[in-house]
């Protein structure tokens, strides 16, 4: 069964929402080259203990064969998801770096990532970003009611295999609301017209990872970062989104951006 929000519980929705991604905004204005990624984390946690949420990946016992032990997901360069910060890694000129941010708030998540330039990057990672994220919004153009969720994921294949980027299927968009993954599963590559039909109050995550290169998936040895078989750098977009009777309406809007 896919949970349908309704009234209140779309308020808490959208509450959470925008904690997640005011936290991630936060986060993303300290990447500069020379700063570590446990920092980029603890401050992650800062952020989220002032706006009174909590991580939803600290301690998560969902994937690897210890619980998750940081705050936040950070992936470099051919890291696709699930990096860990730590104390030794600092970011370089050129790097590239997903923030990925799932934060509980008042007992409702909010979950959104997205891939940024530590610096200026080369030409062909400029482009791995702005096609991850253009698959995203035609994707996300398809999350309405009536439609499928094969739409979504052959919206974003069909962009993605325009450009000849890799796109990963081992990990996958999913539904969200008082548990991180929710039904549906939301791949980003499928056929249209197939899997789950969507209705108004799904609170969906879609969010393409993708490659210069093969999308194939290796596990690094801390048991929970992935990243890619061949070392090709990856991006990551995701955005909390709500199917409303007018259409796909995104949740995770940080404080900064909302009208006044």
Not at 5 to 29: F, Q, S
Not at 225 to 242: M, P, Q
Request: charged share 25%.
């Amino acid at each position: 069964m896919i949970p349908i929000k309704r009234g209140e519980d779309i308020k808490h929705m959208r509450e959470a929402c925008i904690v997640a991604a005011t936290v991630l905004d936060r986060m993303a204005a300290l990447v500069e080259p020379g700063c570590n990624t446990y920092d980029i984390d603890q401050a992650g946690k800062k952020f989220m203990d002032e706006l009174g949420a909590v991580s939803a990946c600290y301690n998560y016992r969902g994937g690897g064969p210890v619980p998750y032990p940081a705050y936040t997901c950070l992936s470099i360069n051919d890291e696709i998801v699930h990096g860990i910060g730590s104390i030794t890694r600092s970011l370089r000129e050129g790097d590239i770096i997903t923030l990925d941010v799932a934060i509980i708030y008042n007992g409702w998540i909010g979950d959104n990532a997205r891939t940024i330039a530590v610096g200026k990057v080369a030409p062909e990672v400029e482009f791995l970003l702005k096609s991850t994220e253009e698959a995203f919004h035609k994707g996300m153009q398809q999350a309405r009611k009536g439609k499928r969720v094969g739409d979504i994921s052959f919206a974003v294949q069909r962009s993605l295999d325009a450009h000849n980027l890799g796109i990963v299927r081992d990990f996958v968009g999913h539904g969200v609301g008082r548990s991180m993954h929710e039904e549906p599963q939301i791949p980003n590559f499928g056929r249209k017209n197939t899997g789950p039909r969507l209705a108004a109050g799904m609170t969906l995550c879609i969010e393409p990872m993708v490659t210069l290169g093969s999308p194939e998936v290796k596990m690094l040895s801390d048991g929970w970062t992935a990243s890619t078989r061949d070392g090709s750098w990856s991006a990551h977009y995701e955005h909390t989104v709500l199917i409303t009777p007018e259409g796909p309406e995104i949740l995770t809007i940080p404080e900064s951006q909302l009208k006044k």
